[in-house]
């Protein structure tokens, strides 16, 4: 009897595994997730363009991964694009006139907010909302420029 | 001529029987599964001789798949600077093709071969044909129990393999290599869907199982009932699940994810 409940108890161990393991397949790695850690501050920014930016890209400054992009929706007032990031906390004393740029890792890399700090005396809080921004750079748009410009040297 | 002829016959014959009666069996299985759902512990017993020892194997391998295709895409990834990328990588690579498939060849290996070597010998022991003596389908006290614990293991233990293999590669990528952690799982859950690939995969999983322990219950039980006879079908179990396995992946992908 004694045995048969250790078999029990082992496979139910075995079962709540595989079921585990399921659920960490569907909310870890799969989009259903939409719950991210509930430390950090939030500061949002707009920017006209965010080109590949996704939740959870990641939030640099100087290069050093400080949080991540927690929600992007679109405003119909400004028709602007709002960024709201998560940084970690232990990372407080970011000027409030900080600017946030929209980059690319590599050629195709995925795309990051990089944050550059200002010079002001006072720190961002939660809620704050960053008004320095830089677009991405939309590949089509540079090449389109480039071709543009040619065509007008071509023409003097 | 006409010898040669008669032999391509008979084999033709012998095969179709076969397949015949493997498929009154499966018919004969299906039909003691209820009596096993009010027998619970029979079917417990097997998920954890099936299920439970077969875990070692199944989450060494599928760590070990998912760390070396994290070294190796990352190899190839970082000369496009596009190494972020790993995570969707790994992620759909286990979760739709290795983990179903990888775990159902082990599964085969595995709990298949013990399941048709634990019938065969009863078989050439005569056990089952003592049970059915005292008036007990063999059928549904031996065979069905074992079918339902392959059918419930096979899908948690290519669940189990993806994930540890995610995690392996995450260990490679994130720990080893210095690819941003943000970045590997947001990619990842970007460009992984739940229903297109995890469910898809799930369902590779259940269709694994169901023919795998059909394959194990069947050779099992339609053993030629002496030594080599078992021997033969233990090796025609492992043979034959994972070449279904592998012709059905092909089928099953192309009807998920070929349009």
């Known amino acids: 009897m004694g045995n048969n409940r250790v078999i029990e108890i082992v496979v139910g161990m075995f079962i709540a595994l595989g079921i585990a393991a399921l659920f960490m397949l569907a909310m870890k790695v799969s989009n259903l997730s939409s719950f991210g850690t509930d430390e950090g501050y939030t500061i949002t920014a707009h920017f006209d363009n965010i080109g590949g930016l996704k939740e959870k890209s990641p939030v640099t400054v100087g290069g050093v991964h400080v949080g991540q992009v927690m929600a992007i929706t679109f405003d119909q007032q400004r028709y602007q694009a709002i960024v709201s990031m998560e940084i970690n906390p232990a990372y407080n004393k970011l000027p409030t006139d900080t600017s946030a740029s929209i980059f690319t890792a590599g050629l195709l890399g995925e795309q990051y907010i990089s944050l550059e700090p200002g010079a002001e005396e006072s720190f961002l809080k939660d809620g704050d909302v960053l008004h320095l921004t830089q677009s991405a750079l939309v590949m089509e748009q540079i090449i389109g420029q480039f071709l543009f410009s040619k065509a007008g040297e071509g023409s003097q | 001529m006409l010898g040669w002829l008669q032999v391509l016959g008979r084999a033709g014959l012998g095969f179709?029987?076969?397949?015949?009666?493997?498929?009154?069996?499966?018919?004969?299985?299906?039909?003691?599964?209820?009596?096993?759902?009010?027998?619970?512990?029979?079917?417990?017993?097997?998920?954890?001789?099936?299920?439970?020892?077969?875990?070692?194997?199944?989450?060494?391998?599928?760590?070990?798949?998912?760390?070396?295709?994290?070294?190796?895409?990352?190899?190839?990834?970082?000369?496009?600077?596009?190494?972020?990328?790993?995570?969707?990588?790994?992620?759909?690579?286990?979760?739709?093709?290795?983990?179903?498939?990888?775990?159902?060849?082990?599964?085969?290996?595995?709990?298949?071969?013990?399941?048709?070597?634990?019938?065969?010998?009863?078989?050439?022991?005569?056990?089952?044909?003592?049970?059915?003596?005292?008036?007990?389908?063999?059928?549904?006290?031996?065979?069905?129990?074992?079918?339902?614990?392959?059918?419930?293991?096979?899908?948690?233990?290519?669940?189990?393999?993806?994930?540890?293999?995610?995690?392996?590669?995450?260990?490679?990528?994130?720990?080893?290599?210095g690819i941003d952690d943000g970045a590997f799982w947001s990619q990842m859950q970007a460009k992984v869907d739940l229903h297109e690939d995890v469910m898809n995969g799930v369902i590779k999983s259940v269709v694994f199982g169901v023919v795998i322990s059909w394959i194990a219950v069947f050779e099992g039980y339609d053993a030629v009932p002496t030594t080599e006879g078992v021997s033969r079908a233990t090796t025609n179990t492992v043979v034959y699940a994972s070449l279904s396995v592998l012709g059905l992946d092909f089928v099953l992908t192309a009807l998920m994810f070929g349009s």
């Not at chain 2, 895409?73 to 496009?80: E, K, P, S």
């Not at chain 2, 050439?124 to 074992?146: C, F, N, W």
Request: proline share 4%.
């Open chain 2, 16 to 177: 179709f029987e076969r397949l015949g009666r493997g498929h009154l069996f499966v018919i004969r299985v299906l039909a003691g599964i209820p009596a096993v759902l009010l027998t619970p512990r029979l079917v417990v017993a097997q998920i954890y001789s099936v299920g439970v020892l077969s875990l070692l194997i199944i989450v060494v391998s599928g760590l070990n798949v998912g760390m070396v295709l994290g070294l190796q895409m990352y190899n190839t990834l970082v000369d496009f600077g596009a190494e972020t990328t790993l995570g969707p990588v790994v992620a759909l690579s286990l979760v739709r093709e290795l983990g179903p498939v990888v775990a159902g060849l082990l599964f085969a290996g595995r709990a298949g071969s013990a399941l048709t070597a634990e019938i065969g010998l009863m078989k050439a022991t005569e056990q089952l044909s003592g049970m059915e003596m005292m008036a007990v389908d063999p059928v549904k006290r031996i065979v069905a129990p074992r079918f339902v614990a392959g059918l419930i293991s096979m899908p948690l233990l290519a669940a189990m393999f993806s994930a540890v293999g995610i995690l392996g590669g995450y260990f490679v990528g994130v720990g080893l290599l």
